[in-house]
């Protein structure tokens, strides 16, 4: 298959891109929220 630096290289690009999508999610949601009171503010 592969050795082991490869595999553990491989190991950690998926780690970190994954953190990537759930900083992103975590973002999203943040700027919903803030758009959110935004509103409830303006009322």
């Known amino acids: 298959m592969c050795?082991?630096?490869?595999c553990k290289f491989?190991?950690?690009i998926?780690?970190?891109s994954n953190s990537f999508l759930?900083?992103?999610e975590k973002t999203i949601v943040a700027l919903k929220y803030?758009?959110?009171l935004?509103?409830?503010i303006k009322k």
């Open 3 to 6: 050795d082991e630096s490869e």
């Open 34 to 36: 803030m758009r959110n």
């Open 22 to 24: 759930i900083a992103g």
């Open 10 to 12: 491989l190991v950690e």
């Open 14 to 16: 998926l780690n970190t």
């Open 38 to 40: 935004e509103k409830m």
